[in-house]
């Protein structure tokens, strides 16, 4: 899941944070039958039988696991960098068979994680085997239970090394040696446990995760420099598109893709609910019609066309000089009447990379939808942004409609703050409800979704906090040495949307 303890504004209009305008539109109208049985809702089937269709959860190393002192995120803790201190997440790291059987008690029949590279590299070239059977173990347990896993090669998290290992400026992410780095990493992994995994994700929200670490400065390292947010970008680029590559010729059934945290800004002239407002720090933030406010469904856009579209605004011609990158006329076209007139420059970049349509199927998490930017930057208190669960609807036909790949929705979730009931009354069991629906629309409607994946099994560390909850079960982190896992009436909810495949007008009574 995204970072919820962002307490710092966006200084700088260099980059896109998913703000797809297109998907706007209101949902379209369907067409209702005069006859609505128990297992219909807005005249189709929501029950139809989908035997392939992925229900899951999701979880991820860091923010659940804990027991992890060599990577970044470990290191940033311990710096006093966070909210509340996360030395054992919610103890996945030894509960994991319990969690793995509280997801297959509901009916989920895949399950999502991560691997901490740190805990299987925790060294330069060593890999760890007590760390590599840690996630053996877990993918046996997965599968013993009847269920498809669906890994995440890095989620925010990567081992401290490859910083400290680093002989010039560039720090982690945009030092060009973490794709060397990270290929060794999948290689490793995909032959440990490519025969028990067929889905992998390389890079979690790579729309989010980029800016806050190397423009704002909230995620670690913690650089505020547009330069280091450019190079970050090409690595992670070149790095999905050798390893989209690399897995292939592993494992030639494999399907490969990156997660983008999908973002729906509000049709114009909406209005925002007191809570939502109370969530706006600046009287200054950019609206969707600022110019600064970029195309920013840049990953998939990137592996489509090959180019990357960013402000020159932003970026002196002075910096990009100084830097290793060569894009094609770039110099020519930053000069400050192209700067003026043509906010928009597409950089062609390194054309050996040869990255165009290296993604198998759209992976894409759905949350909110937002008024401005500040929205995602300045996002201190999730449990008060809008829940939109038309917009899912929107997501995905957008994503059909532009890509036509298969598509899966690889987080879905709502938070409150501290189990406290949310301002805007919304419900977790509400909230599955009317997402599953639009996402039967979607379906409906042509789209191919392979999965619907809910954030989260437990409740977990949310990047900084444990104070946002998202999870199906409750766990109080801080206070309960225990660790143990609560139901919420989630539980029961999602049991019945995964037993009927869908929602049915029972549930949408009641929710």
Not at 27 to 45: H, K, Q, R, Y
Not at 151 to 160: A, I, K
Not at 162 to 187: M, R, W
Not at 413 to 429: Q, V
Request: net charge neutral; hydrophobic share 35%; charged share 20%.
């Amino acid at each position: 899941m995204v970072i919820s303890n962002i307490t710092k504004k966006l200084g700088l209009s260099f980059f896109s944070i998913s703000l797809i305008l297109s998907a706007c539109s209101s949902p379209e109208n369907l067409n209702i039958n005069n006859t609505v049985n128990a297992n219909s809702v807005d005249g189709f089937n929501q029950s139809q039988p989908l035997s392939s269709f992925q229900w899951g959860v999701s979880t991820a190393g860091y923010q659940s696991e804990g027991n992890d002192s060599s990577s970044i995120w470990s290191n940033w803790d311990k710096s006093g960098k966070t909210l509340d201190h996360n030395p054992k997440g919610v103890d996945f790291f030894n509960r994991y068979e319990e969690d793995i059987q509280l997801a297959k008690d509901m009916g989920a029949n895949s399950f999502r994680f991560s691997i901490e590279w740190s805990r299987v590299e925790p060294r330069k070239g060593h890999f760890d085997p007590d760390g590599i059977q840690f996630y053996r173990n877990i993918l046996n347990s997965v599968k013993a239970k009847g269920m498809t896993p669906l890994v995440t090669l890095v989620h925010f998290n990567y081992p401290q090394w490859i910083v400290s290992e680093s002989k010039n400026a560039n720090k982690g992410l945009d030092d060009p040696e973490f794709i060397n780095y990270f290929l060794k990493y999948t290689e490793k992994m995909v032959r440990e446990f490519g025969d028990d995994v067929k889905y992998w994700i390389t890079f979690n929200e790579p729309n989010i995760w980029i800016p806050g670490a190397y423009l704002t400065g909230i995620h670690p390292p913690g650089k505020k420099n547009p330069i280091a947010t450019v190079k970050a970008t090409w690595n992670l680029l070149k790095s999905h598109s050798k390893a989209y590559d690399l897995i292939h010729q592993l494992d030639a059934d494999a399907m490969v893709s990156a997660n983008m945290f999908y973002i729906l800004p509000k049709p114009f002239g909406a209005v925002t609910p007191a809570p939502d407002n109370a969530s706006i720090q600046s009287s200054n933030t950019p609206k969707l019609d600022d110019k600064n406010i970029l195309d920013t469904d840049w990953f998939y856009e990137s592996m489509s066309t090959g180019n990357v579209t960013v402000n020159p605004q932003s970026v002196s011609e002075n910096q990009i000089e100084a830097s290793n990158l060569k894009p094609k006329t770039l110099k020519d076209e930053l000069n400050e009447t192209d700067a003026r007139n043509n906010p928009k420059v597409n950089i062609e970049m390194d054309s050996q990379v040869g990255w165009l349509k290296k993604f198998d199927y759209v992976a894409f998490d759905y949350y909110y939808r937002f008024r401005t930017i500040s929205h995602v930057m300045n996002l201190t208190r999730p449990w008060l942004i809008e829940i939109y669960p038309e917009g899912l609807y929107d997501a995905i036909m957008y994503y059909h409609r532009k890509y036509n790949k298969p598509i899966m929705i690889a987080e879905n979730g709502i938070c409150d703050e501290n189990l406290k009931p949310r301002a805007d009354k919304w419900t977790r069991e509400s909230a599955i409800v009317q997402h599953v629906k639009h996402m039967k629309r979607a379906m409906a409607d042509g789209a191919n979704v392979l999965g619907y994946y809910h954030w989260s099994i437990t409740d977990n560390y949310e990047w900084g906090s444990f104070t946002p909850r998202f999870g199906l079960y409750t766990v109080n982190a801080l206070k309960d040495p225990t660790m143990k896992r609560i139901a919420t009436p989630a539980v029961e909810v999602y049991k019945q949307v995964i037993k009927n495949n869908g929602v049915t007008n029972n549930l949408l009574i009641k929710y």
